[in-house]
Antibody, heavy 119, light 107 residues
Protein backbone atom coordinates (compact mmCIF):
# COMPACT_ATOMS: atom_id res chain seq x y z
CA UNK A 1 0.00 0.00 0.00
CA UNK A 2 1.28 3.43 -0.96
CA UNK A 3 1.49 5.49 2.22
CA UNK A 4 2.89 8.68 3.71
CA UNK A 5 3.06 9.11 7.48
CA UNK A 6 3.93 12.45 9.07
CA UNK A 7 5.26 13.01 12.56
CA UNK A 8 6.82 15.75 14.65
CA UNK A 9 3.97 18.20 15.12
CA UNK A 10 3.11 19.77 18.44
CA UNK A 11 2.82 22.95 20.47
CA UNK A 12 5.64 25.46 20.17
CA UNK A 13 6.07 29.06 21.31
CA UNK A 14 6.43 31.92 18.83
CA UNK A 15 10.04 32.11 17.68
CA UNK A 16 10.58 28.43 18.34
CA UNK A 17 11.58 25.59 16.04
CA UNK A 18 10.16 22.25 15.02
CA UNK A 19 11.11 19.53 12.53
CA UNK A 20 8.48 17.50 10.73
CA UNK A 21 9.16 14.10 9.18
CA UNK A 22 7.27 12.17 6.52
CA UNK A 23 7.98 8.48 5.94
CA UNK A 24 7.05 7.04 2.58
CA UNK A 25 6.31 3.39 1.89
CA UNK A 26 4.86 1.19 -0.85
CA UNK A 27 6.52 3.10 -3.68
CA UNK A 28 9.97 4.01 -4.99
CA UNK A 29 10.51 7.19 -3.00
CA UNK A 30 13.49 8.45 -5.00
CA UNK A 31 11.38 8.61 -8.18
CA UNK A 32 9.06 11.36 -6.95
CA UNK A 33 9.12 15.06 -6.21
CA UNK A 34 7.68 15.73 -2.77
CA UNK A 35 5.81 18.66 -1.24
CA UNK A 36 4.61 20.09 2.04
CA UNK A 37 1.14 21.64 2.11
CA UNK A 38 -0.52 23.18 5.16
CA UNK A 39 -4.11 23.96 6.03
CA UNK A 40 -5.35 26.22 8.77
CA UNK A 41 -8.69 25.50 10.47
CA UNK A 42 -11.52 26.15 8.04
CA UNK A 43 -9.16 27.43 5.36
CA UNK A 44 -8.04 26.33 1.93
CA UNK A 45 -4.83 24.29 1.59
CA UNK A 46 -1.69 26.39 1.16
CA UNK A 47 1.43 25.12 -0.59
CA UNK A 48 4.58 25.44 1.51
CA UNK A 49 7.53 23.85 -0.25
CA UNK A 50 8.73 21.25 -2.76
CA UNK A 51 11.89 19.24 -3.39
CA UNK A 52 12.95 17.35 -6.47
CA UNK A 53 13.76 13.66 -6.63
CA UNK A 54 17.42 13.81 -5.62
CA UNK A 55 17.14 16.80 -3.29
CA UNK A 56 19.19 19.16 -5.44
CA UNK A 57 16.40 21.67 -6.08
CA UNK A 58 13.95 23.24 -3.63
CA UNK A 59 11.25 25.92 -3.74
CA UNK A 60 9.33 27.76 -1.02
CA UNK A 61 6.28 29.91 -0.54
CA UNK A 62 7.20 33.52 0.16
CA UNK A 63 5.59 33.29 3.59
CA UNK A 64 8.13 30.68 4.77
CA UNK A 65 11.21 31.51 2.70
CA UNK A 66 14.27 31.94 4.90
CA UNK A 67 12.55 30.27 7.88
CA UNK A 68 11.69 26.77 6.63
CA UNK A 69 14.00 24.18 5.01
CA UNK A 70 12.82 21.13 3.09
CA UNK A 71 15.10 18.12 2.71
CA UNK A 72 14.95 14.40 2.05
CA UNK A 73 16.88 11.23 2.84
CA UNK A 74 16.18 8.81 0.00
CA UNK A 75 18.04 6.00 1.78
CA UNK A 76 15.47 6.28 4.58
CA UNK A 77 12.49 7.13 2.30
CA UNK A 78 11.89 10.18 4.46
CA UNK A 79 11.02 13.82 3.79
CA UNK A 80 11.69 16.58 6.31
CA UNK A 81 10.59 20.14 7.03
CA UNK A 82 12.76 22.14 9.40
CA UNK A 83 10.74 25.10 10.68
CA UNK A 84 12.48 27.99 12.48
CA UNK A 85 11.28 31.37 13.77
CA UNK A 86 7.75 30.05 13.97
CA UNK A 87 4.87 32.52 14.01
CA UNK A 88 1.29 32.26 15.27
CA UNK A 89 0.13 32.33 11.64
CA UNK A 90 2.10 29.12 10.93
CA UNK A 91 -0.46 27.22 13.00
CA UNK A 92 -1.97 24.55 10.73
CA UNK A 93 -2.16 20.89 9.88
CA UNK A 94 0.92 20.10 7.81
CA UNK A 95 0.64 17.46 5.10
CA UNK A 96 3.37 15.87 3.05
CA UNK A 97 2.30 14.97 -0.46
CA UNK A 98 3.66 13.04 -3.41
CA UNK A 99 3.42 14.80 -6.74
CA UNK A 100 2.06 13.40 -9.97
CA UNK A 101 5.03 12.96 -12.31
CA UNK A 102 5.37 16.04 -14.47
CA UNK A 103 2.90 18.03 -12.39
CA UNK A 104 2.76 19.85 -9.09
CA UNK A 105 -0.55 18.12 -8.39
CA UNK A 106 -0.71 16.09 -5.19
CA UNK A 107 -1.80 12.50 -5.70
CA UNK A 108 -0.84 10.93 -2.36
CA UNK A 109 -1.24 12.73 0.97
CA UNK A 110 -0.26 11.85 4.50
CA UNK A 111 -2.72 12.02 7.36
CA UNK A 112 -1.31 15.36 8.49
CA UNK A 113 0.39 16.56 11.66
CA UNK A 114 -0.85 19.54 13.68
CA UNK A 115 1.52 22.39 14.44
CA UNK A 116 0.28 24.92 16.98
CA UNK A 117 2.27 28.09 17.57
CA UNK A 118 1.10 29.80 20.72
CA UNK A 119 2.43 31.35 23.89
CA UNK B 1 0.89 34.82 -8.18
CA UNK B 2 -2.09 33.14 -9.80
CA UNK B 3 -5.34 33.60 -7.87
CA UNK B 4 -7.96 30.85 -8.14
CA UNK B 5 -11.63 31.69 -7.65
CA UNK B 6 -14.34 29.05 -7.30
CA UNK B 7 -18.10 29.32 -7.69
CA UNK B 8 -20.54 28.84 -6.20
CA UNK B 9 -19.39 28.91 -2.58
CA UNK B 10 -22.11 26.40 -1.68
CA UNK B 11 -24.08 24.08 -3.93
CA UNK B 12 -27.18 22.32 -2.62
CA UNK B 13 -28.28 19.26 -4.61
CA UNK B 14 -29.99 15.91 -4.11
CA UNK B 15 -28.47 12.45 -4.64
CA UNK B 16 -28.74 11.42 -8.27
CA UNK B 17 -28.48 14.97 -9.62
CA UNK B 18 -25.60 16.45 -11.60
CA UNK B 19 -23.19 18.89 -9.95
CA UNK B 20 -21.30 21.54 -11.92
CA UNK B 21 -18.50 23.36 -10.12
CA UNK B 22 -16.54 26.24 -11.63
CA UNK B 23 -13.00 27.49 -11.17
CA UNK B 24 -11.40 30.56 -12.70
CA UNK B 25 -7.71 31.48 -12.76
CA UNK B 26 -6.53 35.09 -12.69
CA UNK B 27 -4.21 34.31 -15.61
CA UNK B 28 -3.67 31.57 -18.15
CA UNK B 29 -2.70 28.25 -16.54
CA UNK B 30 -3.01 26.22 -19.74
CA UNK B 31 -4.24 22.73 -18.74
CA UNK B 32 -2.43 22.59 -15.40
CA UNK B 33 -5.50 22.42 -13.21
CA UNK B 34 -6.40 19.85 -10.57
CA UNK B 35 -9.52 19.13 -8.51
CA UNK B 36 -9.61 17.72 -4.97
CA UNK B 37 -12.33 16.45 -2.66
CA UNK B 38 -12.02 16.93 1.08
CA UNK B 39 -14.16 15.51 3.85
CA UNK B 40 -14.00 16.65 7.50
CA UNK B 41 -10.90 15.46 9.33
CA UNK B 42 -9.35 14.02 6.17
CA UNK B 43 -6.62 15.08 3.79
CA UNK B 44 -7.67 16.30 0.36
CA UNK B 45 -8.08 13.57 -2.26
CA UNK B 46 -6.92 14.15 -5.83
CA UNK B 47 -9.76 13.63 -8.32
CA UNK B 48 -8.56 15.24 -11.56
CA UNK B 49 -5.21 16.56 -12.80
CA UNK B 50 -4.20 18.06 -16.12
CA UNK B 51 -7.71 19.55 -16.27
CA UNK B 52 -9.33 16.31 -17.41
CA UNK B 53 -7.31 13.24 -16.36
CA UNK B 54 -8.90 11.22 -13.59
CA UNK B 55 -6.54 10.13 -10.82
CA UNK B 56 -6.13 6.46 -9.98
CA UNK B 57 -9.29 4.90 -8.59
CA UNK B 58 -11.57 7.87 -9.23
CA UNK B 59 -15.03 6.88 -10.54
CA UNK B 60 -16.06 7.85 -14.05
CA UNK B 61 -18.90 10.05 -12.74
CA UNK B 62 -16.22 12.67 -12.02
CA UNK B 63 -15.06 14.61 -15.07
CA UNK B 64 -13.07 17.77 -15.64
CA UNK B 65 -12.91 20.19 -18.54
CA UNK B 66 -11.52 23.55 -19.52
CA UNK B 67 -8.25 25.24 -20.37
CA UNK B 68 -6.64 28.65 -20.03
CA UNK B 69 -8.57 30.42 -17.26
CA UNK B 70 -11.96 28.66 -16.99
CA UNK B 71 -12.46 25.13 -15.73
CA UNK B 72 -15.35 22.90 -14.69
CA UNK B 73 -15.72 19.82 -12.50
CA UNK B 74 -18.84 17.78 -13.27
CA UNK B 75 -20.17 15.04 -11.05
CA UNK B 76 -22.89 12.95 -12.70
CA UNK B 77 -25.38 11.03 -10.57
CA UNK B 78 -24.38 12.33 -7.15
CA UNK B 79 -23.77 9.63 -4.57
CA UNK B 80 -24.15 10.20 -0.80
CA UNK B 81 -20.36 10.01 -0.37
CA UNK B 82 -19.82 12.86 -2.85
CA UNK B 83 -21.08 15.55 -0.49
CA UNK B 84 -17.91 17.31 0.62
CA UNK B 85 -15.77 20.37 -0.08
CA UNK B 86 -14.08 20.61 -3.49
CA UNK B 87 -10.96 22.62 -4.29
CA UNK B 88 -9.34 23.49 -7.57
CA UNK B 89 -5.58 24.07 -7.78
CA UNK B 90 -3.29 25.38 -10.50
CA UNK B 91 0.19 23.98 -11.00
CA UNK B 92 1.24 25.94 -14.07
CA UNK B 93 3.26 28.42 -12.06
CA UNK B 94 4.89 28.49 -8.64
CA UNK B 95 3.43 28.78 -6.11
CA UNK B 96 0.76 26.14 -6.70
CA UNK B 97 -2.46 27.79 -5.58
CA UNK B 98 -5.82 26.49 -4.39
CA UNK B 99 -9.23 28.07 -4.76
CA UNK B 100 -11.32 28.89 -1.71
CA UNK B 101 -13.49 25.81 -2.17
CA UNK B 102 -17.07 24.87 -3.05
CA UNK B 103 -19.13 23.11 -0.41
CA UNK B 104 -21.44 20.51 -1.96
CA UNK B 105 -24.25 19.85 0.47
CA UNK B 106 -27.32 17.64 0.48
CA UNK B 107 -30.52 19.47 -0.37
Amino acid sequence: EVQLVESGGGLVQPGGSLTLSCAGSGFTFINYWMHWVRQGPGKRPLWVSRINSDGSSTSYADSVKGRFTISRDNAKNTLYLQMNSLRVEDTAVYYCARAVRGHDAFEIWGQGTLVTVSS
Amino acid sequence: EVVMTQSPATLSLSPGERATLSCRASENVSGFLSWYQQKPGQAPRLLIYGASTRATGIPARFSGSGSGTDFTLTINGLQPEDFAVYYCQQDYNLPPAFGQGTRLEIK
